[in-house]
């Protein structure tokens, strides 16, 4: 089947503005991944879920973003009051349940840029 | 803190020359590491793990512990190697810290 779809694939706001980005993962992997890539640097961790839950959040910035992933499939990651550093590329990634030794899914990404 | 370091940011290198990608990690844990490429216009994908010993595309990898690296390495360097290279260490709950990256370019 498909692999990680992210959506939109570019982004352009104006700072202040509220942005969401859509993950879809792969049917049927449980395990969900956010990551944030800047210009010149690897990805950043920023939150995984596990189902439905945020397993671990402890990447996100502040309190300005946010992620769900209501039923365990796509997941939407939040950004409020945007502002000039949080321009990046927002990648997605999915395994299979998460445990070790599975391999993680990434998605093409959505590149943000704030204005 | 668990940390990734890929000292070089750009590497060039003839065909049919021999590759290394050079990584070190600070982990206090038992570590486990990875290559993840990204062609140009492609998505980041998986191209070796240490725990799987593989050789994938010709390029291996192998864990140092007593040097705490993890250098990629092919012997012969292909045009189609050009790519962005990135090392990664996995911990926790199965979030990877990743390098800067290397960016490899093959000369024909």
């Known amino acids: 089947g498909a692999g990680v779809s992210q959506t939109p694939s570019n982004k352009v706001t104006e700072k202040g503005k509220y942005v969401e980005l859509r993950c879809d993962p792969i049917s049927g992997h449980t395990a969900l991944y956010w990551y944030r890539q800047s210009l010149g640097q690897g990805p950043e961790f920023l939150i995984y879920f596990q189902g439905t839950g945020a397993a671990d959040d402890s990447g996100l910035p502040n309190d300005r973003f946010f992620a769900v992933r209501p039923e365990g499939s796509v997941s939407t990651l939040k950004i409020q009051r945007t502002e000039r550093g949080d321009s990046a590329v927002y990648l997605c990634a999915s395994s299979f349940d998460g445990l070790t030794y599975n391999e993680q899914f990434f998605g093409p990404g959505t590149r943000l840029t704030v204005l | 803190a668990q940390r990734v370091t890929q000292p070089e940011k750009l590497l060039s290198v003839f065909k049919g020359a021999p590759v290394e990608l050079k990584c070190n990690y600070s982990y206090s844990g038992s570590p486990e590491l990875f290559w993840y490429v990204q062609y140009s216009r492609q998505r980041l994908q998986l191209l070796l793990r240490?725990?799987s010993r593989e050789s994938i595309k010709g390029f291996t990898a192998d864990l140092n512990k007593g040097e705490t690296s993890f250098h990629l390495k092919k012997p012969f360097a292909q045009e189609e190697d050009s790519a962005m290279y990135y090392c990664a260490l996995k911990f926790g709950n199965e979030k990877l810290t990743f390098g800067t990256g290397t960016r490899l370019t093959i000369i024909p």
């Open positions: 240490h725990i």
